[in-house]
């Protein structure tokens, strides 16, 4: 005969500690349907959180991090619970979201190359080279056009 276990349970403020969000998001996630509800105590009617509401949380703060949208963070938890059926929907969701962040990267490293060029143009200043200041300027100028064109609004 085994003896019985004991799950352990987690208050908000502890799950809050171990998925590294906030217990104001935890409580917006569960309002607006990101994740199940949590179970309450019987007494106090506080959140208990049990350890498959953690490991769903850590997932969903890997997806938020990723800058997924709270939309899409919503349809992949629901896809979730239907296992293998939604798999093409997930990998479809994730997709997209890669397809995102490889645009942010890009966007990122436009800016990168822009803070560099400024920074070339006054070590050139600071030296006395006025003919590199004046071409570095330039190519400034045509990235700074460039950076225009392509940040998101």
């Known amino acids: 005969m085994s003896a019985p276990t004991t799950q352990h349970t987690y208050t908000i403020k502890e799950a809050a ?7 104001s998001t935890l409580r917006y996630y569960e309002s607006i349907g990101v994740i199940a509800p ?3 105590g019987a007494s106090s009617k506080h959140r208990v959180y049990h350890q ?7 997932w969903v703060a890997c997806l938020a991090a990723t ?3 709270i939309s899409d963070m919503r349809q992949y938890v629901a896809n979730g619970q239907l296992g ?4 093409g929907e997930q ?16 966007h990122v490293a ?15 200043v600071e030296a006395g080279d006025s003919a590199r200041a004046e071409l570095v300027s330039d190519e400034a100028r045509t990235l700074a056009d460039r950076l225009k064109r392509t940040t998101p609004q």
């Not at 500690?17 to 217990?23: D, V």
């Not at 293998?84 to 798999?87: F, L, Q």
């Open 17 to 23: 500690a171990l998925t590294g969000l906030p217990a």
């Open 38 to 40: 949590i179970s309450r």
């Open 52 to 58: 498959d509401d953690l490991d769903q949380l850590m």
């Open 67 to 69: 800058g997924m949208s």
């Open 84 to 87: 293998p059926a939604a798999a």
């Open 91 to 106: 990998i479809e969701l994730l997709a997209e979201q890669e397809r995102r962040l490889v645009v942010e990267a890009e």
């Open 110 to 124: 436009v800016r990168q190359r822009y803070v560099r060029l400024k920074i070339d143009y006054w070590q050139a």
